[in-house]
């Protein structure tokens, strides 16, 4: 059974940080390209930030420079550290495994970041 286990998200203080993790079981983990997406109300789900399995990285243009994704193929986790939070950063953070090659993708279950003062 496939599972991705994101940790807890919060509530922060603009220009605060947040590191998310997300613990994968039941796949091949380094085989994966993994990805953070979010989920604001009113709006579709976004692409985040990405790192292949050859950890290439990508981001949207919104968190360049702020967040920093990265991933321990040995501990099979992903993290996502957040710098300079902004109110815009408020959504349910999805962790995401991809495999092309195998046409299957996992997501979890979805963690809360809020920031406000």
């Known amino acids: 059974q496939v599972q991705l286990v994101e940790s807890r998200g919060g509530l922060v203080q603009p220009g605060g940080s947040l590191r998310l993790s997300c613990a994968a079981s039941?796949?091949?983990?380094?085989?994966?390209?993994m990805g953070w997406y979010r989920q604001a109300p009113g709006k579709q789900r976004e692409l985040v930030a990405s790192?292949?399995?050859?950890?290439?990285?990508s981001y949207a243009d919104s968190v360049k420079g702020r967040f920093t994704i990265s991933r321990d193929n040995a501990g099979n986790t992903v993290a996502l550290q957040m710098n300079s939070l902004k109110p815009e950063d408020t959504a349910v953070y999805y962790c995401?495994?991809?495999?092309?090659?195998?046409?299957?993708?996992?997501w979890g279950q979805g963690t809360q970041v809020t920031v406000s003062s």
């Open positions: 995401n495994a991809k495999s092309e090659r195998l046409s299957r993708t996992y």
């Open positions: 790192i292949t399995s050859l950890r290439t990285t």
């Open positions: 039941g796949i091949f983990f380094s085989a994966y390209n």
